[in-house]
């Protein structure tokens, strides 16, 4: 009877421990192989690598010209958006 006392005391533990194992073990029977996924993903494995040594690359010794200062980033931008045209207004004027 002591057995069979522990054995419900820790039945959920018992459930949780087989139902990881089997996990664990259906994982490494029907999972791919770790080269059937490097021969499939290889062509975005290098491009992604190309992608990000060009980035490093042009962005080291490539450097970007600075503006003059900082305060005038993007005040040509809002001045061309604010300005109104000078067509507008005219010719559809109603009398």
Request: proline content about 6%; aromatic content about 18%; some cysteine.
């Given at each position: 009877m002591e057995i069979s006392e522990e054995l419900v005391k820790?039945?959920?533990?018992?459930?949780?421990?087989?139902?990881?194992?089997f996990l664990l073990f259906s994982g490494f029977?029907?999972?791919?192989?770790?080269?059937?996924?490097?021969?499939?993903?290889?062509?975005?494995f290098i491009s992604t690598f190309l992608f990000f040594f060009f980035i490093i690359f042009f962005g080291r010794?490539?450097?970007l010209e600075k503006?003059?200062?900082?305060?005038?980033?993007?005040?040509?931008?809002?001045?061309?958006?604010?300005?109104?045209p000078e067509h507008v207004g005219e010719?559809?004027?109603?009398?």
């Open positions: 820790y039945k959920f533990y018992i459930i949780f421990a087989a139902i990881v194992s029977v029907i999972a791919p192989r770790f080269m059937t996924i490097l021969a499939y993903f290889w062509p975005l010794f490539c450097p503006e003059a200062s900082s305060e005038n980033t993007g005040e040509g931008l809002l001045d061309y958006v604010a300005e109104q010719g559809h004027q109603n009398s």
